[in-house]
């Protein structure tokens, strides 16, 4: 069996990014020459032209355009591979980390995570940004460095994930609601006026689906974005929140929390990354904070 030659795979990344013989060669310091012949058996290794001319310039092919991203990703991670890791020095670390996640999350584990950091890397800021979807763009493009959140369908495949967390939804009310006293039965929980949390269109979900396997149907007098506003909401009125109870701890306080009278599942907290940064000592130091941040018992109220 012939092996391929791995040497085209950088000249490859180098003419799909920079589109040009004369360019490509540049870069890579070679003669024009010396870069067709690496481009013509490029052509014969994968069976494809790659670049075609178009005018007075060159176009990349279908399976080039294909190819393009997924070829980048390769030489990342070849390089990341064969560098020499650095010894991380986190008292001359300087560095700001994108973090995409929840408000619940920065809410309930921002503090202890910024000052976990804060006492090891003085040099390092952690920016927060608004998780508002799934996409997991930002992580491939760079522009966020990692984020947490329930794993979705859409997930990318290539993005590194680890768990971080179980959580259960409780029922939440304010102090002197009648679901303060006495048993909370499911018809008593689906009696009440609920808050629904949905980013996007209002629908049924787990707990709809559970209720209705009993015969039971809750009334939803409120749709929000996200479970801040939902307990905001909950605070000054009769209505009755369902959230998930490690990611909402300190919203909970001077709430009356309940264990949910049906059974829905739990789900899990991850933290995502892409798969460029796995090897790199800082950013494996910030994940391991924030493992450790999330590992610490909740201060938060329990449902009772």
């Known amino acids: ?172 009310v304010r102090v002197g609601h009648e679901l303060c006293r006495g048993e909370i039965t499911p018809a008593r929980y689906a009696a009440g006026r609920h808050i629904l949390v949905a980013r996007h269109r209002p629908e049924k979900g787990p707990i709809d689906d559970a209720l209705e396997m009993i015969g039971l149907e809750r009334e939803i007098a409120a749709t929000v974005g996200g479970f801040s506003p939902a307990l905001a909401l909950t605070r000054s009125s009769d209505m009755v929140a369902t959230v998930p109870e490690r990611h909402t701890g300190n919203l909970r306080l001077g709430l009356f929390s309940f264990p949910l009278p049906v059974s829905i599942p739990k789900v899990t907290v991850s933290m995502l990354w892409h798969p460029r940064l796995d090897a790199d000592p800082a950013h494996r130091w910030l994940r391991e904070c924030i493992r450790a941040t999330c590992a610490k018992p909740s201060s938060g109220p329990r449902a009772v």
């Open 1 to 172: 069996m012939t092996h391929p030659d791995l040497n085209l795979l950088v000249t490859l990344d180098v003419l799909l990014s920079e589109g040009s013989v004369a360019r490509a060669a540049r870069r890579l310091r070679l003669s024009p020459s010396a870069m067709s012949r690496q481009l013509a058996r490029l052509r014969e290794t994968m069976g494809d032209p790659l670049l075609v001319r178009a005018g007075r310039g060159l176009v990349l092919t279908p399976r080039a355009l294909e190819l393009s991203e997924r070829v980048g990703r390769l030489v990342e991670e070849v390089e990341a591979v064969l560098r020499p890791a650095d010894r991380l020095d986190l008292g001359r670390l300087v560095r700001t980390f994108t973090l995409r996640t929840s408000d619940g999350f920065v809410e309930n584990f921002g503090p202890a995570l910024i000052a976990t950091v804060n006492a090891e890397s003085p040099g390092v800021r952690l920016r927060f940004v608004p998780k508002l979807d799934k996409d997991s763009t930002p992580l491939r493009d760079g522009s966020v460095d990692l984020e947490t959140g329930v794993l979705g369908r859409s997930q990318s495949p290539e993005v590194r994930t680890q768990a971080l967390f179980r959580d259960r939804f409780v029922g939440v």
